[in-house]
């Protein structure tokens, strides 16, 4: 590890630390959160508050080595915002994995860097919010898990293409928070269309956890 790596920032939006991952893969195991801050595709629901662009939102450079003192999980999730438009998020996951820390990065899919390929990575894609930023090819073979947020429903039929692209990345169906009364009939309907699929709740928010 270089030392010099470990003063380079990133702008970091939050971090909280032994929580539970609520959502797909690793639902109910121990991990650290880091936020990096930023996201130009602007999805209505966001929970983290980009919804509107977030100018207003907490936005601190931090660097590497800070990050590393504060991690105490057996699991690292970077999220955001949109991680993959950060240039030094591969140096970010390099430093992780050297000290010995699983990662995982949640990520709309547009925008795409190389990271190590021990790297987690969650495909959540956002193209049918927002045409202007669709999902970069590579995601759908690099990813290890889909998470679709299901509205309508109309969602599994929009990505169709990419998810039978590569049929052995389990895809969880989860619904959409504010709307999840209705969303939850509509995905056991789809999980009786695609008995593969599983269903994702944001079990962080249902136990009130962060």
């Known amino acids: 590890m270089l030392e010099s790596n ?4 990133l702008p970091i939006h939050e971090t909280f630390q032994s929580t539970v991952q609520g959502e797909g893969y690793w639902s109910g195991t121990l991990v650290d959160f880091i936020r990096l801050a930023g996201c130009p595709v602007h999805c209505p ?6 919804s509107e662009g977030g100018k207003d939102l907490p936005n601190v450079q931090r660097s590497i080595v800070e990050l590393l003192t504060e991690l105490k999980s057996p699991r690292v999730v970077i999220s955001g915002g949109e991680p993959f438009i950060h240039k030094n998020l591969p140096l970010l996951v390099k430093t992780l994995l050297e000290v010995g820390k699983q990662v995982s990065i949640e990520t709309s899919g547009s925008h795409w860097q190389e990271v190590a390929g021990e790297t987690w ?6 193209e049918h919010v927002n045409p202007k930023y669709p999902v970069q090819e590579k995601f759908w073979s690099r990813a290890n898990e889909i998470k679709l947020v299901i509205s309508t429903g109309e969602e599994v ?4 293409k990419g998810l039978v692209s590569n049929p052995n990345i389990p895809v969880f169906l989860q619904p959409e928070w504010s709307d999840r009364f209705r969303a939850i ?4 309907q789809l999980l009786q269309q695609n008995p593969g699929y599983r269903l994702s709740l944001q079990t962080h928010k249902l ?3 962060q």
């Open 121 to 126: 990575i969650t495909l959540s894609p956002k």
């Open 207 to 209: 136990i009130g956890v």
């Open 6 to 9: 470990l003063h380079i920032k």
């Open 185 to 188: 009939p509509i995905i056991l």
């Open 45 to 50: 629901w966001c929970d983290t508050g980009y």
């Open 157 to 160: 039929n929009f990505y169709r």
